[in-house]
């Protein structure tokens, strides 16, 4: 087999989806991940595949849901496992964007997924012979679920071991640990001095502790609540990454002890001036901690996925889940002591590598320029 220098001729496609930020950003970063590598790819977002009603049902039908009936939320989370009009539901809604998806793939060699509905939609097509490109399917979540799940679709990666075990044992489908899609920035040491700047630059203490809470993109969660439990126990303060939610952002801001910001590109340099990360969900922002070693502690996760993925983290020994105020201020205590070993998250080869691996069994091998990532 001959090789090729590097060429946008290379054809890979990234679907996503944008339901909050996390699927997002997994394809953001793999995009990126392959520039570097010399390897074009297009990028979709699999919302646009559907009609504007189901746009609306997938992203605020999302956030209204855990935000308002997170009861409900947990009951359609259950009933997507089962064979009933739940999963019929959403696999009708997975057809009706296979037109959109079918023109998207045309004749892209490697297609990867970050989202399950596209993963669904693209495991349709491919078994219905409509498509030959392989597929991959990149799981943002720690949980595996039925719906992250397709025979048809050729590889399925996680970012743990512990995720790739669960998807093996519980749905009879082998899965690779690839590591976290997330920006290299995180995995950086931490620079004392830009440390200690950052927390003087937002009013911390220099060498008390600070939790980072993290929200999600949409500011989800019980948020208030948490932060009273963690300023009320003196036990350190708090800066909340309340994301685009502005009026949850204006609610904390007033309270003594919490910084709270709005979206913010810098959240490298802000797990770096923090000693622990809380979390709500097991996304993205999980990935990116244990990225940079900061240690996580899981408290009142928000329904549906959000319990799944910390079930499974803290089985894993990945993120401890206290169920009270008084464990919530024992588990930060304890993960305060040290940061921690990224290696779990920060694996070769990665996804990127994959990528090439396939293209490579396709003919479409690529030759890494010089900022290729070691395999």
């Known amino acids: ?19 909050g930020a996390g699927h997002d950003g997994a394809a953001d970063e793999l995009v990126s991940r392959l520039a570097k590598l010399g390897v074009a790819a297009d990028r979709r977002d699999y919302l646009d595949a559907l009609p504007r009603v189901c746009r609306y049902m997938l992203r605020d039908g999302y956030r209204l849901s855990v935000g308002y009936w997170p009861a409900f939320f947990d009951w359609l989370f259950a009933n997507l496992e089962r064979t009933g009009w739940v999963r019929w539901v959403t696999l009708w809604l997975c057809k009706v964007a296979q037109r959109n998806v079918l023109r998207w793939v045309g004749d892209h060699e490697v297609v990867v997924s970050t989202y399950m509905l596209s993963s669904q939609t693209l495991g349709q097509l491919k078994e219905a012979g409509k498509i030959n490109a392989t597929l991959v399917t990149f799981l943002t979540d720690p949980a595996v679920h039925r ?8 590889h399925h990666v996680t970012v743990t071991e512990a995720t ?3 998807g093996e044992q519980v749905y009879q489908t082998p899965m690779r640990a690839v590591g976290g899609l997330v920006s290299p920035r995180f995995a950086q040491p931490v620079d004392p001095g830009r440390r200690q700047a950052l927390r003087a630059e ?18 989800m969660g019980d948020v208030p609540n948490v932060v ?19 009026h ?3 609610q904390l801001s007033a309270q003594p002890g919490v910084v709270a910001l709005g979206w913010r590109d810098d959240v490298p340099e ?24 900061l240690p996580p502690v899981t408290y009142r996760p928000i329904p549906g996925h959000g319990i799944a993925n910390s079930q499974v983290l803290a089985d894993a020994g990945l993120a401890p889940w206290p169920k009270d105020d008084a464990e919530l201020v024992e588990a930060i205590r304890k993960q305060a002591i040290d940061r921690g070993d990224p290696s779990c998250v920060v694996l070769n080869p990665d996804t990127a590598a ?13 030759v890494p320029g010089e900022d290729a990532l070691p395999a």
Request: proline share 2%; charged share 15%; with cysteine.
């Open 248 to 250: 949850l952002r204006k």
């Open 354 to 366: 994959l990528v090439l691996e396939l293209l490579a069994e396709r003919g479409q091998q690529v």
């Open 270 to 293: 802000l797990m770096a001036a923090a000693d622990v990360l809380v979390h709500n969900a097991g996304g993205l922002s999980l990935t990116e901690a244990l990225t940079a070693g």
């Open 228 to 246: 009273r439990s963690i300023t009320s126990s003196g036990i350190g303060e708090v800066i909340v990454l309340c994301g685009r939610n502005d």
């Open 202 to 219: 937002l009013g911390l203490s220099a060498d008390g502790l600070v939790v980072l809470l993290a929200t999600g993109s949409l500011g």
């Open 1 to 19: 087999m001959g090789t090729r220098a590097p060429s946008t001729e290379t054809r890979v496609l990234v679907i996503s989806g944008s339901v």
């Open 147 to 154: 719906t992250w799940v397709h025979p048809a679709v050729d």
């Open 164 to 166: 790739a075990r669960m």
